[in-house]
Structures are given as structure tokens and as C-alpha cells.
């Protein structure tokens, strides 16, 4: 357990303090520490873990899962049926039942996990100096003072102070959010720097790609950033999701009603009508176990799960099953930036020459492409300046571009060289052919405090250019790239385009301003030069690189939006959901990002200091006006989150790094990114996509809404039968025929048969046309709207009509009770079969061969419900247990008229609420 420590230097900022003050406050120097005082330090602050959080134990887990209303349901129609002595229904419901809690117990088990993948994160080894001696020890032992050495590929295993740095760079994305790793020096920042501006610190579970470094440990365990992200994830909760919540409310509404209409009925029929006692319990009994949709959790189930296929061919693995269905009722997606709305991987885009500008298509590292000017495409040979730029950015760079097994392409080495071989290889460049005629004789590598890098080649092709070196042994040229300004300090001329020749002097106030325009557009620059020239000596040094080089060209870089997320985001917003970036990344890249992709236009973006400074109530106003957020820190897309639900938003949260974990746990729908995701964003969220591509969001959102839909649909359908069956109790109470027109048996054999068969197949149901152009329903609208309770109410009356109508007439023309109560029983279900048909459609006709025929799986429902009840009708067995009796043709017509009745009924008012203009209004409520 990590000890706590008042005066722990844990939470100081040490990225504001020089190295020799660093050194004096933690009594530590380049030998590092002593054996003695680590031991004691340890003693004091604790081991470098994560601590493990407090859980309930799994017998509480488990029982916490039967607190839920849609189970109670469950369990109180598994009474029921026992105390009819339906031991095998009770069997089933019971099984249920445990089912589902048994699910719950395990997804809760792997929300869990998310803590432990953050843990994880940590790493297992760290090479320390102690006692001036170099050795690689178990990270578990590290200590606040202890002096930590990093190298390429290392996992930095605690917060540590730099002290000493050689070309270090970091890949801090799962903190941060940066696209690109950072470089890392021992300078000092301001006291208010973002996390990851702080250049000399290096954070735990962070990645070393390039370079050494040396740091002091500064905060270990629970005190490092990793930890305090941990401790964000702990505390935050989850919450419920809005089906889950309109689900207990309407199970909540229902039993009320339910009891209210079983103790009204009980009454009436006892002192009104004055029946015995013990047949208005059996009324009531029948009344009871005819409302309570005890269908409702298998097919809400069964609906969600057919959601969960179709969502896994879009992409989206759902880990959460009620998020299946949330994700279809999102008012607002907070998206991150990097990776998800772009591919992360850097481009270059734009080539600025000497009097032209040229445009580069293609993204990411895919090595397709082709160069234009003024929107038509160029030739190469017909401008050598810009395709000597191809070739430079090939030669003077230290990555590789591969391609693995199914087809990927990748960068090994720094993200912006990478773009550089990609600009070669759509110039029909091959690293393997330049470098056999262009070979690298020495190299000055990239140093920030130098800002360039420089390669010495001889051109073997024959190709002399304009110098007056060549020899036999081929014509040496030394190129340079790095920032604008530094090479323009290089220069002494340019070329002129087109052509490439003659050169002029250079004209700086023109590139200046280029670098200018091409910052502004979000595009990191470099610049590229070259000399045609050799060293002095034998080797290459910074002497040969001081001046005499003309200026070639300047590229601009960005991780690009992708193009299907362009298209998708527009969806959303066609669909009426807001699309919010919050990004680590820097402000300018956000914004410009942002108009790419039609988020935020016109508005600034808002920074993580600036939303740090904000109180709750203003940050609620910021969050739903501002789409763009820049430099976030977990707790800044946390706030962001809780001030959008705060405002009555259901909030999808998308995230690949640890930063976004705690975010993604509180949002009503966390959507984590497969491939290049961590794996404690994963554990966090709810969906996981496997192509990192928001498009696949937009596409998950259709279904989820889809699935909403089906369930809507479902509950119009189911109730009006248990409506149904209510009214033909009543009724048959309210008229004291002596009889009861259902017995408890027969209304829990509709119930069985309609749900098991019927009732599931609207979760096949694609769909409808137009469901993205809807607007999204009100997050705390009603499962049942006053519409949707009118409809139920209208065709429970038809149903009571036709079934208590055809009962009551078969029992006075002298049919026996069992006559009568089988006609009642047939001609609900067949009333039911035809409403489902009307049911596939919410407002459109079911008058069409699509609305008729259009779901096979409908259509198998019906006929086993058709023989279910021909079983029920003629078997020897069913009539001896449900006290049913044949049929002949003229009571199955009539049987086929009450049907009828129910199906015309429902489609004359789809036909009023379409007329009138009802259905798009009523659609989203």
C-alpha cells in the first residue's frame, strides 16, 4: 500500500526548478543514493506501485446484481406462476434471472480491469546509479532521489527531473494526447506549463523513442502522474445509462399501476358486484400475472444482442451490452483528436518552392499520391526543384518506412521523417535504389540545440547538376533540413521555379511569410537546402554546414483528418449531434483540424489552463458552446464530461490513452479505439472500435438508434396484449357473468407464446429510412410517450374487443366456458400475429409488399405461433392442462375477423398520425 506523506516531494513543481536545486532538495547528486537511504526512503514513501483499490467481495458483487427492477419483474411472475403450480415456467423465469445477474457480476469484474491495465503500465525494470555504481533493478524499489538512466525503447519507470538529456524523445500520447513523440531537455518552464510542454520532466509509463537521458525520481507510485490518473479512475462512477433509467422508471410506473388496477378490480368485483372472496383472487391473480411483461428482459436482451452483431460488422466491439443502445441516443461525442478523427500519422501536405506552391494528396503512410499545382497534376520531370526535394527528404533521414504481413504501413523512427519517405515514395523514389546511388559518407544528427540535421552523400548517377566537383567517383552534395529560420541562416540562395535553375539570391521576407501561411494552417514546417560541395576534412562537421547552401523548398506537416471521418462527423451533425474535439494537442493544430473537419468553425478553442480557471456553472455554458478543446489533461476532459451531463447531455467520450480512461468510465457511452488504443482506455470503455476510425462511431450510432427503435417497437407491441388480456378480465368482472373469460394458466400461455416467438422478431428489424435525420430524443424523455401510451391504449381496446366480444358471444349463444375461453385465447393471438406486422413500422404503412413480407424472421415467427396454438387447440394433452377445445372452420373465420379488426384499427391511425404531420415530431419523443 503506498504510505502517504504530507511532506512527500511528490507535488512540487519540479519542472520549475534548475538541476543543482532539484539535487539540494531531494539530497541526492550524480552517484545517486546509498542502499541505506533508499531503504529508508521506501520506508517512508512506499514501493513505486499503484496501490490496489478497496472491492466489494464477490458474494456482494453478486448480490448487488438481483437489485434491479427488470429482475424483480422477473421474480414476481416467478411467484406467481408457483403459486399457480407452473413449476417449469418458474424453472425458466428463476433461470433467467440468474442469468442475467450472473452477467452482470461478470461485466462488473471486467470494469475493473481497466485499474489494473493502468497498473500495468508501470515498468517491471529501471537502470539506477546508487552508490556510483550502474545496475538494473526490480522498478518496484525506486525511490524519490533515486538518479534513473533511460535509453531508446525503455518504459520510464517513475516522474523523474532530467538532468542530462541526448536527443531524447518521448512518446507521451497516453498522457498527452501528442501526436508526435517530444523532445525532452534539462531547461527549465514555467510554473503554469501544460503537462506537455513540461520538456524536462519524463512522466511514468511514458515511451523513450529516440536518444539517452538521465533524471532524478521525483514522485513514485500513487503520487505520479500515472497514479493520480488512477486515483481519477477509482473515484469516478460510472452511472447508469438512459435505457437502464427509463427502463426503472417504467417498471416502476407499471407495478404502481398494476397494483392500483389489481386492488380496484379485487374490490369491485367483492363489494360491488359482491363475488366470493376466493374467485376475485383468482380474477386478480389472472389480472396480475396479465400485466407484468415478464417477456420484456429476455427480448430487451435478445434486441440488444442482435444490436451487438450488427455493431461488430461496423466495427464497433460493444463490451457494455446496455451500451448498444445508448450509443443510439448521444446529444453530444467528445472526440479525441489524434488517431481517431485523424490517422496519426504525419503527412506532408503542402511544398512551398520558389514562386510556387504545390499540393500533395494522399494520408498517413499508405505510400499513394500524387503532386498538383493550381488543382492540376505535375509532372516531376518538368520541376527538378521539386522533385531534388523528394530526394533530400528520402536521403537526409534516419527512419524507415515497412509494410507488414497483412498489409500495413508503418514508421520505425521519427513520425515527421516518416512523412518525408512517404513524399519520396509518391515521387516514385525507393530508399533502397537512392541510397545505392546516393550513398550517406557521414551524418550530423538532428540536436535541438542545433535544429537541423545534415547528411554528406556522392551522387554515383552521373548527374553532376550545376557543380564543378564532379570526378570520377561521383559528385558529393551535403543536404539539410530543420527549422525554417535555422536553415535560412544556411542559405545564401534559391531556386528559382520552375526548372530549378538558374538560382537567385535568396529572398527571406518571402519564405518568412510562407512559413507564416503555412503555420497557420495547422501544418508543422521544415525546411530543406542543400550544397553541392564536400567537407573540408574527412569528416562531416558543423564548420561545412555554417553557410553556401540554396534554399530548396518547404514542407508542410500534419497528422490529417481522415477523409470517411470528414464525411461522418457531417452525419452527425445532419443527425443533430454535436461533435466536440478535446485533444492534448496544440491549440493551432486543434483549430485547424477542426475546420477540416467542420468543428468549430468561427469559434476560438478553448485550452486546459483556461477550463482549469473556470468554475462549474460557467464551464457548463463553455462546454456545450465550444467545440474545441486543446492541451486537456484528464481532469480537463473529466470536468468537460460531468459539465455536459450536468446540462442534461447523454455524452459519448472517445479515447486511446490512459489520460482518457477516467472520462471514458463517467461518459454515458466510453468508445475506445482497438488498434492503436491502451489497453486501460479499452478496459474503460463500453465499445471498442477495432479500426480507430470515428466513422465507425457515426455508424455504431445508427444502429444503436436502430436498436432503440426495436425496443420501442417491442414495448408498443407487448403491451397492448397485456393491456389487452387486463380489459378482458375486468370486463368480464364489471359484467358478473359468473365465469372468467381467462384463467391464469391461459394468460400465462399468451404471454409465453407471444414473447417467446412473436416478440422477437421485431430484433431483427433493420433500421428505417431517414433514422440519421432525426433529431436526438430528449435525454430524460419517457420510454412511453403520452403518444405511445394513447396507441397502447387504443389497441388494447381493440383487442379486448375482438377477444371479449367473440367470448362473450360464444357463451351466451350456450358454448361451454371452455368454448368460449378458447375462441378468447385464439383470437388474442391472432390479433397479436397481425399486430405484429403493423408493429415493424412505428408510423410507416404496413399496407406494402415491404411492410408485409420485408422480415423473414417475422414471418417464421407467425407460422410457430400459428402451430404453437393449433397445438394448444386440438392436442389432448394442452386441453386437459389449459382446458381448451376445438375449433371449426366458422370460429377460426371469426377467430381471422378479430385479427383483422386489431390490424385496420392500428394502420387507420399510423394513416391520421402521417396525415396530419405527427411523425417526425413524434418519432424523437
Known amino acids: 500500500m503506498m504510505h502517504r506523506d504530507d511532506n512527500a516531494p511528490q507535488s512540487r513543481p519540479w519542472h520549475t526548478f534548475p538541476v543543482e536545486k532539484t539535487q539540494l532538495e531531494l539530497q541526492t547528486g550524480p552517484d545517486g543514493l546509498s542502499d541505506t537511504e533508499v531503504q529508508s526512503r521506501l520506508t517512508r514513501y512506499g514501493p513505486n506501485r499503484l496501490a490496489e483499490p478497496a472491492r466489494r467481495g464477490p458474494l456482494m458483487r453478486l448480490l448487488s446484481q438481483f437489485h434491479n427492477v427488470l429482475l424483480y419483474a422477473m421474480m414476481g411472475a416467478a411467484v406467481i406462476t408457483a403459486l399457480l403450480g407452473h413449476w417449469l415456467d418458474t424453472a425458466v423465469l428463476m433461470a433467467a434471472v440468474v442469468v442475467n445477474a450472473l452477467i452482470g457480476f461478470i461485466q462488473e469484474g471486467k470494469a475493473e480491469a481497466a485499474l489494473a491495465a493502468i497498473r500495468g503500465m508501470l515498468a517491471p525494470h529501471a537502470t539506477v546509479v546508487r552508490a556510483g555504481k550502474r545496475s538494473e533493478i526490480d522498478a518496484t524499489t525506486l525511490a524519490p532521489g533515486d538518479v534513473?538512466?533511460?535509453?531508446?525503447?525503455?518504459?520510464?519507470?517513475?516522474?523523474?527531473?532530467?538532468?542530462?538529456?541526448?536527443?531524447?524523445?518521448?512518446?507521451?500520447?497516453?498522457?498527452?494526447?501528442e501526436s508526435e513523440p517530444v523532445q525532452k531537455e534539462p531547461t527549465t518552464v514555467k510554473e503554469d506549463a501544460a503537462l506537455g510542454d513540461r520538456w524536462c520532466m519524463a512522466y511514468a509509463g511514458t515511451v523513450v523513442v529516440y536518444g539517452q537521458a538521465t533524471g532524478i525520481v521525483v514522485a513514485t507510485g500513487a503520487h505520479t502522474e500515472l497514479g493520480r490518473i488512477n486515483h481519477l479512475l477509482t473515484d469516478v462512477d460510472s452511472g447508469t445509462t438512459p435505457l437502464l433509467r427509463q427502463i426503472d422508471r417504467f417498471g416502476h410506473g407499471l407495478a404502481g399501476a398494476i397494483a392500483v388496477v389489481a386492488v380496484l378490480t379485487f374490490l369491485l368485483g367483492w363489494l360491488w358486484r359482491g363475488e366470493p372472496v376466493g374467485e376475485m383472487f383468482l380474477v386478480v391473480v389472472a389480472l396480475v400475472a396479465s400485466a407484468i411483461p415478464e417477456g420484456l428482459p429476455a427480448i430487451m436482451t435478445v434486441i440488444l444482442a442482435r444490436g451487438v452483431q450488427r455493431m461488430a460488422r461496423e466495427k464497433a466491439i460493444v463490451r457494455r451490452l446496455p451500451a448498444v443502445e445508448t450509443l443510439g441516443s448521444v446529444t453530444v461525442i467528445c472526440s479525441d483528436k489524434t488517431g481517431t478523427l485523424t490517422r496519426n500519422e504525419m503527412t506532408v501536405q503542402r511544398v512551398v518552392a520558389a514562386g510556387h506552391v504545390y499540393d500533395v494528396s494522399g494520408a498517413g503512410y499508405v505510400p499513394e499520391g500524387h503532386f498538383s499545382l493550381d488543382g492540376a497534376d505535375v509532372d516531376l520531370h518538368g520541376h527538378p526543384e521539386l522533385a531534388l526535394t523528394a530526394r533530400v527528404g528520402e536521403l537526409c533521414n534516419d527512419a524507415r518506412l515497412l509494410q507488414d504481413a497483412e498489409g500495413h504501413w508503418r514508421i520505425e523512427g521519427d513520425p515527421t521523417e516518416g512523412a518525408l519517405l512517404v513524399l519520396g515514395a509518391k515521387a516514385g523514389l525507393t530508399r533502397d535504389a537512392l541510397q545505392a546511388h546516393w550513398p550517406r559518407l557521414d551524418a550530423i544528427p538532428f540536436e535541438s540545440q542545433h535544429r537541423?540535421?545534415?547528411?554528406?552523400?556522392?551522387?554515383?548517377?552521373?548527374?553532376?547538376?550545376?557543380?564543378?566537383?564532379s570526378n570520377g567517383s561521383g559528385t558529393p552534395w551535403i543536404f539539410v533540413k530543420g527549422a525554417p529560420e535555422r536553415i535560412f541562416e544556411m542559405c545564401r540562395t534559391q531556386i528559382v521555379a520552375p526548372g530549378g535553375q538558374p538560382r537567385a539570391p535568396l529572398d527571406v521576407d518571402y519564405w518568412r511569410r510562407m512559413v507564416t501561411d503555412t503555420a497557420a494552417?495547422?501544418?508543422?514546417?521544415?525546411?530543406?537546402?542543400?550544397?553541392?560541395?564536400?567537407?573540408?576534412?574527412?569528416?562531416?562537421?558543423?564548420?561545412?554546414?555554417?553557410?553556401?547552401?540554396?534554399?530548396?523548398?518547404?514542407?508542410?506537416?500534419?497528422d490529417p483528418p481522415r477523409p470517411e471521418a470528414i464525411a461522418a462527423v457531417a452525419e452527425c451533425h445532419r443527425a443533430g449531434i454535436r461533435v466536440k474535439m478535446i485533444t492534448g494537442d496544440h491549440a493551432e493544430t486543434a483549430k485547424a483540424i477542426g475546420a477540416q473537419l467542420d468543428i468549430g468553425i468561427g469559434k476560438p478553442a478553448v485550452t486546459g489552463a483556461e477550463v482549469a480557471l473556470m468554475d462549474d456553472a460557467e464551464l457548463r455554458r463553455v462546454a456545450l458552446d465550444i467545440d474545441v478543446f486543446a492541451r486537456a489533461s484528464p481532469e480537463h476532459k473529466l470536468r468537460l464530461v460531468q459539465a455536459l451531463q450536468d446540462d442534461g447531455q447523454v455524452v459519448a467520450m472517445t479515447g486511446d490513452g490512459v489520460n482518457d480512461a477516467p472520462a471514458l468510465k463517467r461518459a454515458d457511452v466510453g468508445v475506445a479505439m482497438g488498434f492503436k488504443g491502451t489497453e486501460a482506455a479499452k478496459e474503460a470503455a463500453d465499445i471498442v472500435l477495432t479500426d480507430d476510425n470515428f466513422a465507425s462511431i457515426a455508424k455504431a450510432v445508427r444502429q444503436g438508434?436502430?436498436?432503440?427503435?426495436?425496443?420501442?417497437?417491442?414495448?408498443?407491441?407487448?403491451?397492448?396484449?397485456?393491456?389487452?388480456?387486463?380489459?378482458?378480465?375486468?370486463?368480464?368482472?364489471?359484467?358478473?357473468?359468473?365465469?372468467?373469460?381467462?384463467?391464469?394458466?391461459?394468460?400465462?400461455?399468451?404471454?409465453?407464446?407471444?414473447?417467446?416467438?412473436?416478440?422477437?422478431?421485431?430484433?431483427?428489424?433493420?433500421?428505417?429510412?431517414?433514422?440519421?435525420?432525426?433529431?436526438?430524443?430528449?435525454?430524460?424523455?419517457?420510454?412511453?410517450?403520452w403518444f405511445f401510451v394513447w396507441?397502447?391504449?387504443?389497441?388494447?381496446i381493440l383487442m379486448m374487443i375482438g377477444t371479449f366480444g367473440l367470448f362473450y358471444l360464444e357463451w351466451r349463444n350456450g358454448a361451454s366456458a371452455d368454448a368460449a375461453r378458447t375462441m378468447a385465447v385464439n383470437a388474442l393471438v391472432m390479433a397479436e400475429m397481425f399486430y405484429l406486422i403493423s408493429s415493424r413500422s412505428i408510423f410507416a404503412t404496413s399496407l406494402s409488399w415491404q411492410g408485409l413480407f420485408g422480415n423473414r424472421i417475422a414471418l417464421i415467427t407467425i407460422a410457430a405461433c400459428l402451430a404453437l396454438q393449433l397445438f394448444y387447440t386440438y392436442v389432448p394433452f394442452m386441453q386437459a392442462t389449459f382446458g381448451s377445445s376445438p375449433l371449426n372452420a366458422r370460429e377460426w373465420l371469426e377467430v381471422l375477423g378479430a385479427g383483422l379488426l386489431v390490424f385496420f384499427g392500428a394502420e387507420l391511425e399510423k394513416w391520421v398520425v402521417r396525415r396530419a404531420g405527427w411523425a417526425e415530431r413524434l418519432a424523437v419523443q
Open 148 to 177: 534513473v538512466v533511460l535509453a531508446s525503447g525503455d518504459r520510464v519507470p517513475a516522474d523523474l527531473r532530467l538532468i542530462a538529456s541526448r536527443e531524447l524523445r518521448v512518446d507521451e500520447a497516453a498522457l498527452t494526447g
Open 452 to 469: 537541423f540535421m545534415a547528411t554528406y552523400h556522392l551522387d554515383k548517377s552521373g548527374n553532376a547538376g550545376d557543380s564543378d566537383d
Open 521 to 558: 494552417q495547422g501544418l508543422r514546417v521544415l525546411g530543406l537546402a542543400y550544397k553541392q560541395a564536400k567537407p573540408a576534412g574527412e569528416r562531416l562537421e558543423f564548420s561545412d554546414v555554417e553557410d553556401g547552401f540554396t534554399l530548396l523548398a518547404l514542407v508542410g506537416i500534419i
Open 705 to 785: 438508434r436502430g436498436v432503440y427503435d426495436n425496443l420501442k417497437k417491442f414495448i408498443l407491441f407487448m403491451l397492448p396484449t397485456n393491456g389487452g388480456e387486463a380489459l378482458v378480465v375486468i370486463a368480464g368482472v364489471m359484467l358478473s357473468l359468473g365465469v372468467v373469460a381467462l384463467t391464469p394458466a391461459q394468460v400465462l400461455w399468451i404471454n409465453m407464446v407471444t414473447s417467446s416467438t412473436l416478440g422477437i422478431a421485431l430484433a431483427f428489424e433493420r433500421a428505417e429510412p431517414g433514422i440519421m435525420a432525426r433529431t436526438p430524443r430528449p435525454p430524460g424523455a419517457s420510454l412511453l410517450s
Open 791 to 796: 396507441r397502447v391504449t387504443l389497441v388494447s
